[in-house]
C-alpha cells in the first residue's frame, strides 16, 4: 500500500487568514447568462445576457434617493453590461492557500479585473474574475503566488470524459526509478539521466533502457519496501475519486514500471494503467526493458483512443515525455514540470498539489 498524503497544518492556517482577508472585499457575482457567455464564447450566448440585463433610465437625483442597496443593484448590472460588451473580457480562474490579497486589490484597476466569486475547495481557496488583459492578469498571478487558467479552457465535468495521467512526480511526488537505483547505490548516476530526459535533452527511450541496464542484479523482491513507501501527491486520492465519481474514465500512464504503477492505480483507483516491463530472471533484474517502450507517441495514442470514443480528455504531466499527450489532450495540465512542458499547458500548476486541479474543476462546474 502506497502512503498516501496529509494536509499541513500551517497551510490550512494561511488558507483560513487568506480567505478572511478576501471575504473582506465584496465580491460582483454576475448572473448565470453572463458566465455563460463569457466561457462559451458564443455570440447568441452574449446576446441573451445583455437582452436580459434590466434597462436603467434613472437620473442622477433619482439614484441618490435610492437606498444603498438597490444603488449597489443598478451599479453591478452596469458593470455587467461593460463586460460583456468588452470582447477582450476573460474569466481567470486563481487557486492559492497564500497571496498578498492587498497587493492584489490594489492592482486590480491596472487590469481592468473584477472579482465575481470567491470559495473555499478542499482548503484551497479559488477566485474568479474577469479582465481585458488575460496573458498579462495571468501571468501576475502566478508571479504572485497563485495557479491560474483562462476558465473557458477548463472542461464541463458533466461531460464524458478520460483522465489521462503521468505517475513519476505527478501522482507520487518521486521517480520510481530513482528509489530503484538506490537498492544498489546508484541513484544519483541514474537521477541525473532522469533529470536530463524529464527535461528534453535526452530521447527518453534511450535513455530509459541506458539506466534500466545499470539496474542488473537488483533483486524484484525488494520492490516490496519501496512501494510501500511510495509518497502519493498531495490532492491525488481526492482528484481521482471527484472524477471516478462523475463517471470519467481514467488511466495512468508511466515511463516507469508495472509493479509502481499497479499500486498507485489500486491506491488511487485508475481504471486501467500503462507502464514498462522490467526483464527479469529468477527475480533478478536483467537490465532489460521488455515489450513496447511507454514513450511520448505512446502517451498521446492513449489519448487519442479516448478521444476516438468522444470523450474529452484532460492530461496531466510534468517531464518531455508528456508533450505529445498534452498536446493531445483537450485539456492539458502541466504539474510542477519543466519549463519546456509549461509551454504546451493550459494550466500550470507551480504554487500547489493536486487540489489546484481538483478545485478548478469544481469552480468550472459551479459556474455552468
Not at 492556517?13 to 472585499?25: G, N, V
Not at 462559451?40 to 434590466?54: F, K, N, S, V, W
Not at 498534452?326 to 519549463?339: E, I
Given at each position: 500500500m502506497v502512503k498516501l498524503?496529509?494536509?499541513?497544518?500551517?497551510?490550512?492556517?494561511?488558507?483560513?487568514?487568506t480567505a478572511a482577508?478576501?471575504?473582506?472585499?465584496?465580491?460582483?457575482?454576475?448572473?448565470?447568462?453572463?458566465?455563460?457567455?463569457?466561457?462559451?464564447r458564443d455570440p447568441e450566448a452574449y446576446a441573451a445576457a445583455l437582452e436580459a440585463l434590466p434597462v436603467n433610465d434613472k437620473t442622477e437625483k433619482e439614484l441618490a434617493q435610492l437606498k444603498d442597496q438597490e444603488r449597489e443593484l443598478i451599479w453591478r448590472q452596469a458593470r455587467e453590461k461593460e463586460i460583456l460588451e468588452n470582447e477582450r473580457m476573460t474569466l481567470v480562474g486563481a487557486v492559492f492557500t497564500d497571496f498578498p490579497i492587498a497587493k492584489l486589490l490594489n492592482n486590480l484597476c491596472d487590469y481592468n479585473t473584477s472579482i465575481h466569486v470567491v470559495k473555499i475547495y478542499h482548503e484551497v481557496i479559488v477566485v474568479v474574475m474577469s479582465t481585458?488583459?488575460?496573458?498579462?492578469?495571468?501571468?501576475?498571478?502566478?508571479?504572485?503566488?497563485?495557479?491560474?487558467?483562462?476558465?473557458?479552457?477548463?472542461?464541463?465535468?458533466?461531460?464524458?470524459?478520460a483522465f489521462v495521467s503521468d505517475m513519476d512526480s505527478t501522482m507520487v511526488t518521486c521517480e520510481c526509478i530513482d528509489k530503484i537505483a538506490s537498492l544498489?547505490?546508484?541513484?544519483?548516476?541514474?537521477?541525473?539521466?532522469?533529470?536530463?530526459?524529464?527535461q528534453g535533452k535526452l530521447d527518453f527511450a534511450a535513455s530509459l533502457q541506458k539506466r534500466v541496464a545499470l539496474?542488473?542484479?537488483?533483486?524484484?523482491?525488494?520492490?516490496?519496501?519501496?512501494?510501500?513507501?511510495?509518497?502519493?501527491?498531495?490532492?491525488a486520492d481526492l482528484l481521482l475519486k471527484y472524477l471516478g465519481d462523475k463517471g470519467w474514465q481514467s488511466a495512468l500512464v508511466s515511463g516507469g514500471f508495472v509493479p509502481f504503477?499497479?499500486?498507485?492505480?489500486?491506491?488511487?483507483?485508475?481504471?486501467?494503467?500503462?507502464?514498462?516491463?522490467?526483464?527479469?530472471?529468477?527475480?533478478?533484474?536483467?537490465?532489460?526493458?521488455?515489450?513496447?517502450?511507454?514513450?511520448?507517441?505512446?502517451?498521446?495514442?492513449?489519448?487519442?483512443?479516448?478521444?476516438?470514443?468522444?470523450?474529452?480528455?484532460?492530461?496531466?504531466?510534468?517531464?518531455a515525455n508528456d508533450i505529445e499527450m498534452l498536446k493531445a489532450s483537450n485539456f492539458a495540465v502541466a504539474y510542477h514540470a519543466k519549463p519546456v512542458v509549461d509551454e504546451h499547458a493550459d494550466f500550470i500548476i507551480k504554487q500547489n498539489d493536486l487540489r489546484a486541479l481538483l478545485a478548478i474543476l469544481e469552480m468550472r462546474a459551479w459556474l455552468n
Amino acid at each position: 500500500m502506497v502512503k498516501l498524503a496529509t494536509l499541513d497544518l500551517a497551510q490550512r492556517t494561511r488558507m483560513r487568514q487568506t480567505a478572511a482577508a478576501l471575504s473582506a472585499f465584496p465580491a460582483n457575482n454576475l448572473s448565470s447568462l453572463a458566465y455563460k457567455a463569457l466561457l462559451t464564447r458564443d455570440p447568441e450566448a452574449y446576446a441573451a445576457a445583455l437582452e436580459a440585463l434590466p434597462v436603467n433610465d434613472k437620473t442622477e437625483k433619482e439614484l441618490a434617493q435610492l437606498k444603498d442597496q438597490e444603488r449597489e443593484l443598478i451599479w453591478r448590472q452596469a458593470r455587467e453590461k461593460e463586460i460583456l460588451e468588452n470582447e477582450r473580457m476573460t474569466l481567470v480562474g486563481a487557486v492559492f492557500t497564500d497571496f498578498p490579497i492587498a497587493k492584489l486589490l490594489n492592482n486590480l484597476c491596472d487590469y481592468n479585473t473584477s472579482i465575481h466569486v470567491v470559495k473555499i475547495y478542499h482548503e484551497v481557496i479559488v477566485v474568479v474574475m474577469s479582465t481585458d488583459k488575460p496573458e498579462q492578469f495571468l501571468q501576475y498571478l502566478r508571479d504572485n503566488g497563485a495557479d491560474s487558467v483562462n476558465l473557458s479552457l477548463v472542461p464541463l465535468i458533466s461531460d464524458k470524459g478520460a483522465f489521462v495521467s503521468d505517475m513519476d512526480s505527478t501522482m507520487v511526488t518521486c521517480e520510481c526509478i530513482d528509489k530503484i537505483a538506490s537498492l544498489c547505490g546508484i541513484e544519483d548516476e541514474v537521477a541525473a539521466i532522469t533529470e536530463q530526459a524529464m527535461q528534453g535533452k535526452l530521447d527518453f527511450a534511450a535513455s530509459l533502457q541506458k539506466r534500466v541496464a545499470l539496474l542488473q542484479g537488483v533483486a524484484v523482491a525488494d520492490f516490496k519496501n519501496l512501494i510501500a513507501n511510495l509518497p502519493v501527491t498531495p490532492g491525488a486520492d481526492l482528484l481521482l475519486k471527484y472524477l471516478g465519481d462523475k463517471g470519467w474514465q481514467s488511466a495512468l500512464v508511466s515511463g516507469g514500471f508495472v509493479p509502481f504503477a499497479q499500486a498507485v492505480a489500486k491506491a488511487l483507483g485508475f481504471n486501467t494503467i500503462h507502464a514498462n516491463v522490467l526483464g527479469e530472471e529468477n527475480g533478478i533484474l536483467t537490465g532489460k526493458v521488455e515489450g513496447e517502450i511507454v514513450d511520448a507517441p505512446y502517451k498521446a495514442k492513449v489519448v487519442a483512443s479516448y478521444q476516438e470514443q468522444g470523450l474529452t480528455t484532460i492530461a496531466i504531466g510534468d517531464g518531455a515525455n508528456d508533450i505529445e499527450m498534452l498536446k493531445a489532450s483537450n485539456f492539458a495540465v502541466a504539474y510542477h514540470a519543466k519549463p519546456v512542458v509549461d509551454e504546451h499547458a493550459d494550466f500550470i500548476i507551480k504554487q500547489n498539489d493536486l487540489r489546484a486541479l481538483l478545485a478548478i474543476l469544481e469552480m468550472r462546474a459551479w459556474l455552468n
